[in-house]
């Protein structure tokens, strides 16, 4: 399959090459249906001779190439109706009846909350423009209208998130007008799935009720089912939690799927070079080192513990609490003692195979390095956050 994008250095087009090229190269094994030889990128830089030769041969064309904020509103028009006009005749011309996705707006909903503005209109004039190519060639058409999306793009420009990101991961200053506006938002990796999807004949259709995107099987348009509504106080307030991070080791919750979670990705990709790497608190004594490195909101933290040459730590129990210690350098004995019983239990360890080893609640522990020179590294969980006040740690030795 030879796919031609149109708008491929868009946000969603660069987005959507790179993950095609990973089809094609055989480095996303998740979409086995899928053999992709050539992509063709269309966008600014291209020739008129270039658009023919890549509609002489294409199997799926992505149109995604649009006008959002002209100088002259007259562009809307020219660059959302004009451009399309334009390669659906190059298609005509070689008769090339190839599916064609169009990246359209909820903006074209024109008995909806955006009202008759210029953007809405050249984008429905497109829309109606491909609906009549199909009528007319019999090609398949794909039109999605996308909510707000949401992926790495120019700040200041045409995404509130991104703005947002970028100033927050940058210092700088930003305004928030109203915190209880609610956006619908649409993630650059679902939108990308929801393309592979189209790709396979598996796309969802839907229509629009003016208000709300309603899904059916027989439905004019496409859509990707996956999006999130959230004010822009909930946004703020989530990326101001994740600068608190390298200070307090927290790292909010972030389940699967989540919009917490996709922020999170985005946000990351604003930081900068001096804000990549950060430094950690480490406890140094002269039997060696320890250095908490993340802390969650509901199970626990992650540790790096050092131990020097014949060095034994820990030697306490614990009522509740309960760690893994997984020795990942090094060769060491962890013993343990039932308080209770005096039934102990030990475990030779050693970076050469890793293995992971429970604490276990009312049991006293220890870990020794048994070498004599090298030192021994241990990664250690712990199923809650250090509290100084009650630490549920008593000194026992083994």
């Not at 090459?17 to 086995?32: A, C, E, S, Y």
């Not at 904020?69 to 399309?84: K, Q, S, V, Y």
């Not at 250095?291 to 614990?318: F, M, Y």
């Amino acid at each position: 399959m030879n796919i031609l994008v149109t708008g491929a250095k868009g946000m969603v087009g660069t987005a959507l090459v790179n993950n095609l090229k990973t089809i094609r190269d055989g480095k996303n094994r998740t979409r086995p249906g899928l053999a992709i030889e050539e992509i063709y990128e269309y966008d600014l830089g291209n020739t008129k001779e270039d658009l023919d030769l890549f509609t002489s041969d294409c199997d799926f064309v992505f149109h995604l190439a649009g006008v959002n904020r002209p100088e002259d509103p007259a562009d809307f028009m020219r660059g959302n109706f004009g451009f399309t006009s334009e390669l659906l005749d190059a298609l005509r011309r070689h008769g090339n009846t190839a599916p064609v996705m169009l990246s359209s707006s909820v903006q074209a909903t024109l008995s909806g909350r955006f009202g008759n503005s210029e953007y809405g209109r050249s984008k429905q004039a497109g829309e109606e423009l491909l609906f009549d190519y199909g009528k007319e060639t019999g090609a398949k058409i794909a039109v999605y209208r996308f909510p707000n999306l949401m992926g790495h793009s120019r700040p200041k420009y045409n995404s509130a998130v991104s703005t947002f990101c970028w100033a927050i991961a940058n210092d700088q200053p930003y305004t928030v007008n109203d915190r209880s506006t609610e956006l619908e938002l649409l993630y650059i990796d679902d939108l990308v799935e929801g393309m592979f999807d189209l790709l396979e004949g598996k796309e969802t259709r839907c229509e629009f009720d003016g208000v709300e995107t309603v899904i059916r099987p027989d439905g004019r348009y496409c859509c990707v089912p996956v999006t999130h509504k959230v004010t822009l106080g909930e946004i703020v307030d989530l990326l101001l939690s994740f600068t608190e991070q390298p200070k307090t080791l927290l790292m909010p919750k972030m389940p699967a799927g989540s919009f917490a979670k996709k922020l999170y990705s985005l946000y990351l990709t604003y930081l900068p070079p001096e804000k990549v790497k950060y430094a950690l608190k480490m406890n140094v004594d002269d039997r060696g080192s320890f250095t908490e490195l993340v802390h969650t909101a509901d199970c626990g933290q992650v540790s790096i513990n050092v131990s020097r040459p014949g060095i034994t730590k820990g030697q306490h129990w614990h009522n509740s609490k309960w760690e893994l210690f997984i020795v990942v350098q090094g060769h060491g004995l962890i013993r343990e003692r039932n308080i209770n019983t005096g039934e102990t239990i030990e475990f030779e360890v050693s970076g050469e195979k890793i293995e992971a080893v429970h604490m276990i609640p009312g049991w006293t522990h220890s870990i020794t390095n048994l070498s004599d020179k090298e030192n021994l590294v241990t990664v250690m969980t712990c199923n809650e956050i250090f509290d100084q006040d009650h630490p549920d740690t008593f000194f026992e030795k083994v």
